[in-house]
Nanobody, 115 residues
Framework: QVQLVESGGGLVQPGGSLRLSCAASGFTFSRFAMTWYRQDLGKERELVATIRTGGTTNYADSVKGRFTISRDNAKNTVYLQMNSLKPEDTAVYYC?????????WGQGTQVTVSS
């Protein structure tokens, strides 16, 4: 079955960096676009970044120039490198794809940016 497992979250000071990973299984990873979303308490889930099968990317305006999404098809893994983190980046981060004709989600990983 399709499975997405996020990791790499944690507590970091403002200005710091984290790299999130999402390990995928149960589908042909290289054939699907992969997306990172985030959701903070009391807020709607928002798209952070997408990487398509050919490697093209797009980002939310709020993270452009600070976050980088990448993928390793050999490892069935998508990454989110987050630099210059701000308190407003605090959220649970989820990876997503539409394998099998419906949205698939991982369990999420908490990122907290605080001094």
């Amino acid at each position: 079955q399709v499975q997405l497992v996020e990791s790499g979250g944690g507590l970091v000071q403002p200005g710091g960096s984290l790299r999130l990973s999402c390990a995928a299984s149960g589908f042909t990873f290289s054939r699907f676009a992969m997306t990172w979303y985030r959701q903070d308490l009391g807020k709607e889930r928002e798209l952070v970044a997408t990487i398509r099968t050919g490697g093209t990317t797009n980002y939310a305006d709020s993270v452009k120039g600070r976050f980088t999404i990448s993928r390793d098809n050999a490892k069935n893994t998508v990454y989110l490198q987050m630099n210059s983190l701000k308190p407003e980046d605090t959220a649970v981060y989820y990876c997503n794809c539409n394998a099998g004709g419906r949205p698939r989600w991982g369990q999420g990983t908490q990122v907290t940016v605080s001094s």
